[in-house]
């Protein structure tokens, strides 16, 4: 902990030296605005009036130059202007990082939150911080006071120019004076406010499966834990301790997200495409089997309003007739534009790939499987849990897990069929031509595999699991 933080003393020195061009010891609003212009990054502008802002702020004795000690003080506070980073100093946009957030709130999309729409969200929070397991801290009067207060008082504290509106610029200056008391560093808000955006957005998803009536149990243990995610994230951003607490710090975040696939995306006309471009030699083989797997681009900011690419990899697994069995060089492809293009590299795949969560990358190989169909039969699970350890999503003894708890499944579906109990009743027991009749009119959907798997404890359920909440 020491090294850490005489690290970020020590870029903090450099950055005041940087600032105090003229080596006096002190920091003068035109040395600010020189050296905060050049930081700024393409696309970046900074305007007169706030860095006007920042220098009072900084400022904090009034002299009229920022002195080390305030220098430092100013840096630190969470949504500071000038963030010292892990790649040198930078211009830090607040505005950008709480822009997903604001979205959030404004539902309707106006470029406005009204009272209602504030009030939503801020009872889904505050609704978060009782029902979380950490709700003692709830009784001990930790929950932060901002979030525990009523929504039209702190509604009110917002709307500045009282227009019974918040505006986006009245919403970023709110937040950074809230975050001025967490103690976190910019950094830090950076991961943690986009993270709350997105825990928030599921919520919002649930409760609109719920009002379907298309909840299912493996739903609310989802909503569990977003649940869970929001009270830690919002004790961490919004606390007036200046305690630093980040909850997802060593955590692996996973950026990518499941969305539907677009319309005319088909699994069987890329093998087709792909045997056509990769003939293989058949002198010598017994069988071949084409393993597929199709993932969505990652989700990037300059694409919001573009359709998502999709990604493939093919590969053939080839049982020769000497009973050696090889595995082929993988392919790749795009999905734009309606039409499969074959790739140069597997560089997009892999970027799209290593930001799914390990459970996204499995459930994208059961829809591969499913051919992006609602439904699955047991035969292409059984495919999908063959080529899952063949990519290493999951291991062969997690497959026998499978099995067995899918063997008992189907003993339990037959004792629930009339036609079923009938044979049996003829027989005594189930056969096994009678279980593999049976076994071919089970369907399942994809998703509820997931759920089955994680009954067994194959995945752990995550808030992840709500971006396919509405698949089939």
Same mark, same amino acid.
């Given at each position: ?66 002195? =080390? ?48 729409? =504030? ?35 702190? /509604? ?47 919520? /919002? ?156 990358? /499995? /459930? ?79 369907? =399942? ?28």
């Amino acid at each position: 902990m020491a090294n850490k933080e005489e690290t970020r003393a020590d870029k903090i020195k450099k950055c005041f030296r940087q600032f105090d061009i003229d080596g006096n010891g002190t920091i003068c609003l035109r040395e600010l605005k020189d050296v905060v212009k050049k930081l700024c990054g393409p696309g970046q502008h900074v305007s007169d009036r706030e860095i006007d802002m920042c220098m009072k702020r900084a400022d904090s004795n009034g002299n009229g130059v920022i002195e =080390y000690s305030e220098f430092v003080d100013w840096l630190m506070q969470p949504g500071a202007l000038v963030n010292p980073t892990t790649h040198g100093i930078e211009v830090f946009d607040l505005g950008k990082v709480l822009r997903p957030l604001f979205d959030v709130f404004d539902r309707d999309g106006s470029g406005f939150v009204s009272q209602e729409e =504030y009030d939503e969200v801020h009872t889904i929070i505050s609704n978060s911080l009782k029902l979380s397991p950490d709700a003692k801290d709830a009784k001990r009067g930790r929950n932060p006071r901002m979030l525990t207060r009523q929504s039209q008082s702190v /509604f009110d504290d917002i709307d500045l120019d009282k227009d019974h509106q918040i505006s986006f610029k009245e919403f970023v200056e709110f937040q950074r004076q809230s975050f001025a008391k967490c103690g976190l560093r910019s950094e830090d808000l950076a991961e943690l406010v986009p993270s709350l955006s997105r825990q928030l957005i599921r919520v /919002f998803k649930l409760c609109e499966s719920d009002a379907k009536g298309e909840l299912k149990d493996v739903d609310t243990k989802v909503l569990q834990r977003i649940i869970s995610n929001i009270s830690n994230i919002s004790r961490d951003i919004y606390n007036d301790d200046q305690s630093g607490k980040f909850t997802y710090a060593g955590r692996k975040h996973f950026t990518n997200r499941w969305t539907e696939p677009p319309v005319g995306m088909n699994i069987e006309r890329l093998k087709r495409m792909h045997l056509k471009l990769s003939p293989l030699p058949m002198i010598g083989v017994q069988e071949f089997d084409v393993i597929t797997h199709c993932i969505p681009e990652e989700m990037l900011e300059n694409r919001d309003n573009l359709p998502r690419m999709w990604y493939a990899r093919m590969g053939r697994k080839v049982l020769y007739k000497n009973g050696r069995t090889m595995m082929e060089e993988p392919q790749f492809y795009v999905f734009e534009d309606l039409n499969w293009t074959q790739l140069s590299s597997s560089k997009e795949y892999t970027e799209a790939y290593d930001t799914l969560a390990p459970e996204l990358r /499995f /459930f994208c190989l059961l829809k591969t499987e499913a051919n992006f169909g609602i439904k699955m039969s047991l035969d292409s699970i059984d495919r999908a849990m063959t080529s899952g350890v063949i990519l290493n999503l999951i291991t062969q003894d997690i497959v026998d897990k499978w099995n067995e708890h899918l063997l008992k499944e189907v003993y339990r579906m037959m004792t629930q069929d009339d036609a079923a109990r009938a044979d049996m009743a003829r027989d005594g027991s189930f056969e096994e031509d009678q279980v593999s009749k049976f076994r071919e009119k089970v369907r =399942y959907a994809p998703r509820g595999v997931m759920a089955e798997l994680s009954e067994i404890g194959v995945f752990k359920i995550s808030s992840v699991w709500a971006d396919f909440i509405n698949i089939s």
